[in-house]
């Protein structure tokens, strides 16, 4: 497609139950990334994949965060037994290559609200 | 670590006046700078960016310079337009080895007719 992604745009899930979130990236993009976005806060990196290989997850602020990206395309964000202070817009980004002067294309992001 | 340090916003103010956004940032090695604009309910688009210092950023009527001497990549605009209301996040990502972008707070601009 033309941009990145994502969906579902909003979703509602009660505390304790599974979410998952997909992105889909820019075609032929290498590098994929994930950000947590709390609100009146700056984008906070969680995930980095190079194709279907997540080099990076030191930012997934727990175990109960899971991400794949297992064909090197789509990717998924998986939050288990959710609690209420994962409630945030997730961001995901794709950019050509992983390079200072690749710039990163945002999708709109899905905001995940926990009750 | 790296960080990057916005002025708190709103910023509020009329159409048709000077902008500044101040950024200044603090990086363990030597970054790229970047301008993101955040739409309401729209992810992020890149506004503009600088890869070495003294580089200039422009787009849209947007400037920002990259000043090494004072670590800072303040926004400027003229002529600000209603269309121009959104949140400004700045960024930074290192030029070498592995860095992902590390992104200020964000300010909210917010122009009235």
């Known amino acids: 497609g033309a941009g990145v992604s994502q969906s579902p745009r909003y979703k509602v899930a009660k505390r304790g139950q599974d979410v998952a979130l997909r992105c889909d990236p820019i075609?032929?993009?290498?590098?994929l990334f994930w950000y947590q976005q709390a609100l009146g806060q700056g984008p906070e990196f969680l995930t980095y994949?190079?194709?279907?290989?997540?080099?990076?997850k030191s930012g997934l602020p727990s175990d109960r965060f899971f991400a794949e990206r297992p064909e090197g395309s789509v990717s998924t964000l998986k939050i288990q037994r959710t609690q209420q202070e994962d409630s945030a817009v997730y961001l995901c980004?794709?950019?050509?290559?992983?390079?200072?002067?690749?710039?990163?294309?945002f999708g709109d992001g899905t905001r995940l609200s926990i009750l | 670590g790296d960080s990057v340090t916005q002025m708190e916003g709103p910023v509020t103010l009329s159409e048709e006046a000077f902008l500044t956004i101040n950024c200044t940032y603090t990086?363990?090695?030597?970054?790229?700078l970047f301008w993101y604009v955040q739409y309401p309910g729209e992810g992020l688009q890149l506004l503009l960016k600088?890869?070495?210092?003294?580089d200039k950023g422009s787009n849209k009527g947007f400037e920002a310079t990259y000043r090494k001497e004072t670590t800072s990549f303040h926004l400027e605009k003229g002529s600000v337009q209603v269309s121009d209301s959104a949140v400004y996040f700045c960024?930074?990502?290192?030029?070498?080895?592995?860095?992902?972008?590390?992104f200020g707070k964000g300010t909210m601009l917010l122009v009235s007719p």
């Open positions: 075609s032929g993009h290498v590098s």
């Open positions: 600088a890869t070495k210092a003294d």
């Open positions: 994949f190079q194709n279907e290989a997540q080099l990076d």
């Open positions: 980004a794709s950019s050509l290559v992983l390079h200072s002067n690749q710039p990163q294309h």
């Open positions: 990086a363990t090695g030597y970054p790229s």
């Open positions: 960024a930074l990502i290192l030029n070498s080895g592995y860095s992902t972008l590390t």
